[in-house]
């Protein structure tokens, strides 16, 4: 055994053993441990749907806009209709749908072009939710 060979051995048996520590194909059956909130984890387990806290706060959403679209409908019927900078005859429901239909643009086009820290979008879809609801 040469020195070089002795020395690249040396070199490489710390990254050895800390590969085998680390997850990977040798730890695939093992339980790995709680490691607090995510927003990707399931709620419920061996539910039809993968409820995690990220799809429970979109469906909330919706249904707290539909329903303020409701109460705002109850005190002023009509929908509000208004003559926006698009041209267009819109009511409170035809800007929700736009509003909601920008944000996912937003949010798919961020994705096609940057990883997904999404605060940055989620800006931009509140700042096009405003300027939809006050503008058009």
Excluded: C
Aim: no cysteine.
């Amino acid at each position: 055994m040469t020195i070089r060979t002795l020395a690249l051995l040396l070199t490489l048996a710390p990254t050895l053993a800390e590969a085998q520590a680390k997850p990977g194909w040798g730890n695939v059956g093992k339980q790995q441990e709680a490691a607090g909130f995510s927003w990707t984890q399931p709620l419920f387990g061996g539910f039809w749907m993968a409820w995690t806290p990220a799809t429970l706060a979109f469906f909330a959403f919706i249904f707290a806009a539909i329903a303020l679209m409701g109460l705002l409908e109850w005190r002023n019927p009509g929908g509000a209709p208004r003559h926006g900078i698009l041209g267009l005859d819109t009511t409170r429901g035809d800007r929700l749908f736009l509003a909601l239909l920008g944000a996912a643009y937003i949010f798919l086009a961020w994705l096609a072009f940057f990883p997904p820290p999404l605060w940055i979008p989620l800006a931009i879809a509140i700042a096009w939710t405003a300027f939809v609801f006050w503008k058009v």
